[in-house]
C-alpha cells in the first residue's frame, strides 16, 4: 500500500484519507459501530506500524466490496459493511486516487483496518514486543494455524505452511530490528541462463511477487525474501496470514520451472 503512495507524491495523503473515513463512518448512524471501542489514534498507530505485514496479491483479489478479516465477534453485517466500503470510497475520489488504484486502496486499507479493530478487542495483546519476540515465539505463533516450524543449525527457522510443498524461512535480525522470511530454491544445473528464464516467467506470470536469483558460494538459487520491522513488535494474526501468502506465492513462482532446474 505504502509503495502505491509514493505515485501520489503527498506524505499526509494517507492520514488525511484515514482521518476523513473515521469521521465519515463515526457520524454515520449506521454503521458507526464499525469502529466501536477504536479511537483514530489507536487507528493511525496500528496502520503507521503494521501496513508492511500486508502483501501485494493478485489482481483478482483486489475489490471496492472486501470481505471481512476482522475476527467475528467484532464484525458487522454484510449490508454494514457495504457502506462502510462506499464511505471510504467517496473518500479516495476526495483525496483524487486513480480508478484503477482504489481497489487495491480499498483492500489493504480494510484489511489492517479489521486487524487493528481486532486488537482493540483483545482482552490480552496478540502483538508480540520487540524486547521478547524470539524463535520460540515464532514458533508458537505459528503452531496456531499448524503451521511447521523448526530452528536449523544455521539458526534460521524453516518453515513449512499446510498445503505448500515448498519451505521458506524465517531469520531474527534484532540488531537491525527486522524479520526477514524468504525463499530459496537451488538451481540444480547451475545454468543462470535458464534460471534468468525461468525469473523472468514466474516474474511476467506473478507480477505481484518478484523473485531474482541469488548466489551462495558455487550454488545459485531461486530466490524471494520481504523485510518487516519488528520495532513494534510482531502482531501474531497478520504475521501468520502474510507467513501463508509468502509460502504460496513462493511456490506458485518454482511451479513455473516447467524445465525442472530447480532441485525438487
Do not use: W
Not at 210 to 232: G, N, P, Q
Request: hydrophobic residues 35%; negative net charge.
Amino acid at each position: 500500500m505504502f509503495l502505491l503512495l509514493d505515485k501520489y507524491e503527498d506524505e499526509f495523503k494517507l492520514r488525511r484519507i484515514l482521518v476523513s473515513f473515521y469521521e465519515r463512518v463515526s457520524s454515520d448512524v449506521k454503521v458507526k459501530h464499525f469502529f466501536m471501542d477504536l479511537s483514530i489514534e489507536e487507528l493511525l498507530k496500528d496502520v503507521d506500524h503494521f501496513s508492511q505485514f500486508i502483501l501485494n496479491k493478485p489482481d483478482r483479489s483486489y475489490t471496492v466490496e472486501p470481505s471481512q478479516t476482522a475476527d467475528s465477534s467484532t464484525q458487522i453485517g454484510s449490508s454494514p459493511f457495504k457502506e462502510v466500503c462506499h464511505h471510504l470510497v467517496e473518500v479516495l475520489k476526495e483525496e483524487a486516487i486513480q480508478e484503477e488504484d482504489m481497489p487495491r486502496f480499498v483492500t489493504d486499507v480494510l484489511e489492517i483496518i479489521e486487524e487493528s479493530k481486532t486488537q482493540s478487542s483483545d482482552r490480552v495483546s496478540t502483538i508480540y514486543e520487540f524486547d521478547t519476540v524470539n524463535y520460540d515465539h515464532l514458533i508458537e505463533i505459528l503452531a496456531k494455524v499448524r503451521t511447521k516450524a523448526e530452528l536449523n543449525d544455521e539458526n534460521i527457522l524453516v518453515v513449512r505452511v499446510s498445503g505448500v510443498q515448498v519451505p521458506i524461512y524465517i531469520k531474527i535480525n534484532k540488531k537491525h530490528q527486522y524479520l526477514l522470511i524468504f525463499g530459496k530454491v537451488e538451481c540444480k544445473t547451475h545454468d543462470q541462463k535458464a534460471l534468468d528464464e525461468l525469473i523472468n516467467k514466474a516474474n511476467s506470470t506473478y507480477p505481484f511477487f518478484l523473485v531474482s536469483s541469488k548466489e551462495d558460494d558455487d550454488d545459485i538459487y531461486l530466490y524471494a525474501e520481504h523485510k518487516f520491522s519488528i520495532t513494534y513488535g510482531v502482531p501474531t494474526r497478520l504475521m501468520n496470514r502474510v507467513t501463508k501468502q509468502f509460502a504460496s506465492y513462493f511456490e506458485a513462482a518454482v511451479r513455473c520451472d516447467r524445465q525442472k532446474i530447480l532441485s525438487s
